[in-house]
Nanobody, 115 residues
Framework: QVQLVESGGGLVQAGESLRLSCAAS????????MGWYRQAPGKQRELVATISSGGRINYADSVKGRFTISRDNAKNTVYLQMNSLKPEDTAVYYC?????????WGQGTQVTVSS
């Protein structure tokens, strides 16, 4: 089992920044994929960014150039630095951990961007 604890959400104005963190604990082994997804009201959950334990990164087109994902393997923690936030970034952000066929989700953290 893997437990994920997220932090860092909140209410900001358009153009401001936020940093999300997600700490993983439990049966953490090498060769895993961590990332962030988000779900806005009335919409499906969508990929934001992922980063492998080897450092390979993938971003959704909508956040490229504004968001940066990183991880600290020693702390089993993944971060999402979100700059130049837009109202359309408003959503619940979920941390995700994958290893093989096992998938785990965090409880979600609300990010609200006012215009």
């Amino acid at each position: 089992q893997v437990q994920l604890v997220e932090s860092g959400g909140g209410l900001v104005q358009a153009g401001e920044s936020l940093r999300l963190s997600c700490a993983a604990s439990g049966s953490i082994f090498s060769d895993n994929l961590m990332g962030w997804y988000r779900q806005a009201p009335g919409k499906q959950r969508e990929l934001v960014a992922t980063i492998s334990s080897g450092g390979r990164i993938n971003y959704a087109d909508s956040v490229k150039g504004r968001f940066t994902i990183s991880r600290d393997n020693a702390k089993n923690t993944v971060y999402l630095q979100m700059n130049s936030l837009k109202p359309e970034d408003t959503a619940v952000y979920y941390c995700n951990f994958r290893r093989g066929i096992k998938v785990y989700w965090g409880q979600g953290t609300q990010v609200t961007v006012s215009s």
